[in-house]
Nanobody, 114 residues
Framework: QVQLVESGGGLVQAGGSLKLSCAAS????????LGWYRQAPGKQREFVAA?????YYTDSVKGRFTISRDNDKNTVYLQMSSLKPEDTAIYYC??????????WGQGTQVTVSS
């Protein structure tokens, strides 16, 4: 069982920055594929970024968001810059383990005002 706890969300003006963190339990954190997803009101949850052997981003955040991980701290980050109102959503951390086993955090709200 893996537990994921997100933090770092909040209210920011357009053009601003936020850094999300996701702390994970488990002794094999370095073997997890990790990702960030988001869900805006009335929309389906969508992929934002992932990190495993390499990093992946959805087109709408390329050049603005950066995903990174610290295996010593069992934490994955999402640095978000040049934020836009359309980035407003609940952001969820995801861990994918061999099996496959898929785990989600509880989410953290990001609101970007225009």
């Amino acid at each position: 069982q893996v537990q994921l706890v997100e933090s770092g969300g909040g209210l920011v003006q357009a053009g601003g920055s936020l850094k999300l963190s996701c702390a994970a339990s488990g002794r094999s954190f370095s073997h997890y594929d990790l990702g960030w997803y988001r869900q805006a009101p009335g929309k389906q949850r969508e992929f934002v970024a992932a990190i495993g052997g390499t990093t992946y981003y959805t087109d709408s955040v390329k050049g603005r968001f950066t995903i990174s991980r610290d295996n010593d701290k069992n934490t994955v980050y999402l640095q978000m810059s040049s934020l836009k109102p359309e980035d407003t959503a609940i952001y969820y951390c995801n861990a994918l383990l061999a099996g496959p086993r898929n785990y989600w955090g509880q989410g953290t709200q990001v609101t970007v005002s225009s």
